[in-house]
């Protein structure tokens, strides 16, 4: 099945400054790579999302890159601000039988004032 | 508010018995999804269902099964409960398989003492 490695498992930036998030997949057939972000003892929820015929996706200060190639993803946040520190969860849907997604184990963000 | 819903918030119990968590997809989506995220751990994918028929399964145990009902509400069963069975229960939903993200509901957080 599909293995997602995320790094890394904590990340301290100062506030303004951009943080990336990598993510990478083991399932070449995956077409479908979405971005979480939970705060704690919240649900996760859906922040930016980029399918595998799009090479990169932008939403105002969030952006993901895509390299089908190397199987990996990444998600850029610019000009971070305090509510951003959350926990950030890549994941990846197989094109295969299995729909679910399987997610990366999570990114600590931390935003220093 | 996501629109998926999770019954009860909150459930304590002891080792050994058996609990049922319900959830109710947001309108219109034909996909359930049922994750387990322990402390500090990532989204585990247990199991999925499509229309009421099951499509996918993750790391469920024995111990646990899931089914959809014709009216798209999912229930999660766990029974034989051990202290590890404790962590917050997710389910999702989406309108089909392959090309919709995921929308997560609140969470049910289970401890078992």
């Known amino acids: 099945g599909e293995n997602v490695e995320q790094h890394p498992s904590t990340l301290s930036v100062q506030e303004g400054d951009s943080a990336v998030i990598k993510c990478t997949y083991s399932?070449?057939?995956?077409?479908?790579f979405p971005w979480y972000k939970q705060e704690l003892g919240k649900r996760p929820q859906l922040i930016i999302d980029i399918r595998s015929n799009v090479g990169e996706k932008k939403d105002q200060r969030i952006a993901v890159t895509l390299n089908k190639t190397a199987k990996h993803f990444s998600l850029h946040i610019t000009e971070t601000q305090p509510e951003d520190s959350a926990v950030y969860f890549c994941?990846?849907?197989?094109?295969?039988?299995?729909?679910?997604?399987?997610f990366g184990k999570g990114t600590h963000l931390i935003i220093q004032p | 508010d996501s629109g998926v819903t999770q019954t009860p918030k909150h459930l304590i119990t002891a080792t050994g018995q058996r609990v049922t968590l319900r959830c109710s997809p947001r309108s219109g989506d034909l996909s359930v999804y049922w994750y387990q995220q322990s402390l500090d751990q990532g989204l585990q994918f247990l199991i999925q269902?499509?229309?009421?028929?099951?499509?996918a399964k993750g790391n469920i145990l024995e111990r646990f099964s899931a089914q959809q009902f014709p009216d798209l509400h999912s229930e999660l069963n766990l029974s034989s409960l051990e202290l590890g069975d404790s962590a917050l229960y997710f389910c999702a939903s989406s309108l089909d398989r392959k090309n919709s993200p995921l929308h997560f509901g609140n969470g049910t957080r289970l401890t078992v003492t």
């Open positions: 994941a990846a849907r197989s094109g295969g039988g299995a729909d679910g997604l399987t």
């Open positions: 399932d070449s057939a995956s077409n479908y």
């Open positions: 269902y499509y229309n009421g028929e099951e499509r």
